[in-house]
């Protein structure tokens, strides 16, 4: 079963770049080694929060992660040199990919300094995370279809909470977020009857830019 990796990865304060720097290495090992279980590997940061770094990375199975990615010399050096330019631990969520894409097939309009980007944590009442992914299902399939501005628009199911869900999109300007996607009526539909307490019970959005590493498709 294919498996998203999201990470967060805490740069101490002022040490974003040299935290970044750490990375590079094993980024390139992923580039180079890694093309038969890992298909994304990509870094952004919340909106005037550099320090904090989430990665979002695409494998194969959760064994890729745990037998291949994180037992390469590059990946070990990478988490013994940021331990100098961190402030704290680096966490990891796994996550099943349910409905929507990562990336529209073959684009490769990466980076962009004007790129919008959501990383959202949606809670939804018990025994209803399906329900609810069926529904948003129908406005990935609006995005797919209609908003090709919408380079990345995936909702995932987090593996240790039943009630989590976990939305990753990216938009070329924000005028594709707040005008195009929010304004489409099978959005308003959709959360107009899942956002009301009965079934979305808590809900984060982070704005977030790129860092300029990264790949959301191999292709």
């Known amino acids: 079963m294919p498996i998203i990796l999201s990470a967060t990865l805490p740069a101490a304060a002022g040490k974003a770049k040299e935290y970044l720097a750490a990375l590079k290495p094993e980024y390139d090992h992923v580039v180079a080694n890694e093309a038969s279980i890992n298909q994304a590997y990509f870094f952004y940061s919340p ?3 550099p320090e904090t770094i989430y990665g979002i990375e695409s494998y ?3 064994d890729a992660i745990e037998n291949v990615h994180t037992q390469s010399a590059p990946f070990k050096k990478f988490v013994a040199d940021a331990t100098l330019v961190s402030d704290g631990e680096l966490g990891i969520n796994l996550l099943e990919p349910s409905v929507g894409f990562l990336s529209r097939p073959k684009f490769t309009d990466f980076p962009s300094s004007e790129a919008l980007l959501l990383h959202v944590t949606l809670m939804v009442k018990p025994g209803t995370r399906d329900y609810c992914l069926e529904q948003f299902g129908k406005i990935a399939d609006d995005v797919l279809a209609n908003e090709p501005n919408c380079t990345s628009y995936l909702y995932m199911k987090d593996l240790a909470d039943p009630n989590k ?7 070329l300007t924000r005028k594709d977020l707040e005008v195009t996607h929010r304004g489409g009526e099978v959005f308003k539909t959709v959360f107009g009857e899942l956002d009301n307490g009965v079934y979305i019970t808590g809900k984060e959005v982070i704005e977030c830019v790129e860092t300029g ?4 498709d191999r292709a």
Do not use: N
């Open 47 to 49: 909106i005037g929060k």
């Open 60 to 62: 194969a199975s959760k």
């Open 165 to 171: 869900i976990m939305i990753f999109e990216r938009y």
């Open 213 to 216: 590493l990264g790949f959301l």
